[in-house]
Each structure stands twice: as C-alpha cells, then as structure tokens.
C-alpha cells in the first residue's frame, strides 16, 4: 500500500503562478488549506475532517 504524507509538497519553481493565479486556486479549492512558500513550494493541507480521521487510523 502506498502512504502520501501530509502536507503534500509540490515544487512548482519552473511554473511560476503569478498572485491571480495562486488567489483563483485558493478561491477555487475552500476546503483544502494551501500556501506556498518563498521558494515556490505549494503546501497542500486535506480537509480537517480527513487529518482527524488520518489520525485516528494511525
């Protein structure tokens, strides 16, 4: 079986989201938490619900 482990990381460093972008993906996806950081990784939090469950399975 395979794990993800959270937050999921993606490096989008060649992709270059200008601001609009990033705002319309937030804007777009309420129930995920995501930020990016300085160095371009975008940092995907599930739900609560599901980190809770996660938590509870573990």
Known sequence: MTTL???LE???EAVH???EQFYQ???HNPEMAIEQ???GVL???PPLAV???IK???
């Open 5 to 7: 482990d959270l937050p």
């Open 10 to 12: 993606l490096n989008l």
């Open 17 to 19: 989201f200008t601001d």
């Open 25 to 27: 993906l937030c804007i």
């Open 37 to 39: 950081n300085a160095q």
């Open 43 to 45: 940092i995907v939090m």
């Open 51 to 53: 980190r809770v469950a």
């Open 56 to 58: 509870k399975w573990s």
